[in-house]
């Protein structure tokens, strides 16, 4: 195929379909290299997860409830944490492609004074206004002593996951450079062995086993907490060991020096990152605090339609990281023509991904719910969730993917309006409109709201099929 590195040109090339959406051996092998180590940490994480989200659930439907409010308030700081990294993640994806290992140290010194700044903020607001937040999501029509109670434990939960949100942001900065370098097997591990402490200190803490105490989803947040310190440890000594394979890490804070020719660059695709992450985080919770106005039962079924589904959605959510990954390394060594052509690939691979994991997932919907100490009607309200979670996982799986190669190319402005604006001006007035003006049930008004999504799907073909994200922002020209 023919190859340039001037953009016009590589834009105007046309592929065969066949080219553009299958390939060859060599690139399915280049794919699985990055993709299936962070598709095995990632559903083993979230395995880990349904099965603390159970062990929860044995205490009751008000600590399952809490500790879900709780999650997705952190679910925002986790996400601004992904964005304030992705930013300089660009850059560092495509100076390893390029070869430039100072420009990826840069990038990763960059990351780690965004993080300790988010980390500051965010711990500041939840220690002040934890509460106020929480309260926000218990309906008013919610029984006195199980709004008490609720807030108890939801209280309680945040105090101790605060402490976790340390480690979680160091190892976000170390793993994310190792992935993008394409070495994501040293994270798998480090996630796998937090998974087992997790999984293992929740046992011993929830119920409280062997003679440790009984602190019920107190315990689990002390486990998750100890977890992530371990997890830092394993990813931190594996990037400064002596014989380390991340070469990009050495002399990481023997000279710790941004290129001041770097700091804006890096900064002005940071900054709509950040915005979009926030801003996309907030829209989520603000869904389910739409929901929630039907009460604590549909939390706590879309708990666990959450828990289960993600792990099913994880194969395309990892592909479309992947997309990030490979085509902005391939933009990074000015291979422009082919950075297109994998996009498509990724894009019809994530697709394809979808039948398989859908079909399983539809398959599950009736069974799993089962599995949670609650009642009745919210397995049943939670295993149709899950359903059409999994009709609409291929609308899903192309929006992910589009995203992620719309932002290789360092158009972090596009990808904004695309992202977090899409879902402010569409999704949630829909759900605010629909919740608190009809009589629709909860689940008629999330089956509305995730079919919006297709709109989403059709403004991404047409930015990518444009070629405005085709760009290499490292090449000093």
């Known amino acids: 195929m023919f190859e340039t590195s001037n953009r016009e040109e590589a834009i105007k090339v046309k592929f065969p379909l066949k080219e553009a959406l299958i390939g060859d051996a060599a690139f399915y092998r280049r794919v699985a290299m990055v993709v ?18 159970i062990m929860v659930g044995q205490v009751g439907t008000l600590a399952m409830s809490s500790v879900a409010i709780v999650n997705q308030i952190l ?11 992705a930013g300089a993640g660009i850059f560092s994806t495509q100076f390893f492609g390029k070869g430039d290992m100072e420009g990826v140290r840069a990038a990763i010194r960059f990351k780690l004074l965004t993080a300790i700044t988010i980390l500051g903020i ?5 220690i002040s206004f934890g509460g106020n937040i929480i309260s926000l999501y218990i309906a008013e029509g919610t029984v006195e002593a199980d709004r008490i109670q609720t807030m108890k434990l939801a209280t309680g939960y945040l105090d101790i996951m605060i402490v976790g949100l340390i480690p979680f942001s160091l190892t976000q900065v ?3 450079a190792m992935r993008e370098s394409g070495k994501t097997t040293l994270p798998m591990i480090a996630g796998m062995v937090a998974m087992g402490v997790n999984f293992i200190f929740n046992a011993l803490l929830i119920f409280g086993l062997f003679g440790f105490p009984k602190l019920g989803v107190f315990g689990a947040a002390i486990a998750t907490v100890i977890s992530r310190f371990s997890e830092l440890l394993m990813v ?12 990009f890490f050495k002399g990481l804070y023997r ?3 941004i290129p001041l020719n770097l700091i804006w660059p890096i900064l002005s695709k940071t900054l709509p990152l950040l915005a979009n992450e926030f801003l996309w985080s907030l829209s989520q919770a603000t869904l389910l605090q739409a929901y929630s106005i039907r009460g604590i039962a549909v939390i706590a079924a879309m708990n666990i339609s959450g828990t289960i589904s993600q792990i099913f959605n994880e194969v395309f959510l990892s592909l479309g990281n992947s997309t990030g990954i490979i085509v902005g390394q391939e933009l990074g060594a000015n291979k422009l023509v082919s950075a297109r052509r994998t996009a498509w690939r990724m894009a019809a691979l994530s697709l394809a991904s979808t039948v398989v994991m859908g079909t399983l997932l539809s398959l599950a919907a009736p069974f799993i719910p089962q599995l949670y100490n609650t009642e009745p009607e919210i397995r049943s309200l939670a295993t149709r969730y899950i359903m059409i979670v999994a009709m609409v996982m291929p609308i899903n799986a192309y929006a992910n993917v ?8 360092g158009k972090t402005t596009v990808t904004f309006l695309f992202d977090s604006c899409f879902s402010w001006l569409v999704p949630v007035p829909c759900a605010y409109v629909l919740s608190r003006f009809t009589n629709l049930p909860a689940i008629s008004v999330f089956t509305i709201v995730s079919l919006l999504e297709f ?22 020209k």
Do not use: E
């Not at 679910?75 to 990294?85: A, E, H, P, R, T």
């Not at 965010?122 to 939840?126: G, V």
């Not at 931190?236 to 070469?247: E, L, N, R």
């Open 36 to 53: 299936v180590p962070m598709i095995i940490q990632n559903t083993l994480s979230n395995v880990v997860g349904l099965l603390d989200n």
């Open 255 to 257: 000279h710790f020096v």
């Open 122 to 126: 965010a711990s500041l607001i939840l």
């Open 455 to 476: 709109i989403k799907c059709i403004i991404g073909f047409i930015l990518v099929k444009s070629g405005v994200w085709v760009r290499n922002i490292v090449s000093g």
């Open 75 to 85: 679910f925002v700081f986790y996400l601004c944490i992904w964005g304030s990294l």
């Open 236 to 247: 931190v000594y594996g990037a400064h060991k002596g014989k380390t394979k991340y070469q």
């Open 174 to 176: 170390y793993a994310s």
């Open 402 to 409: 589009a995203y992620f190669t719309l932002r290789s190319g």
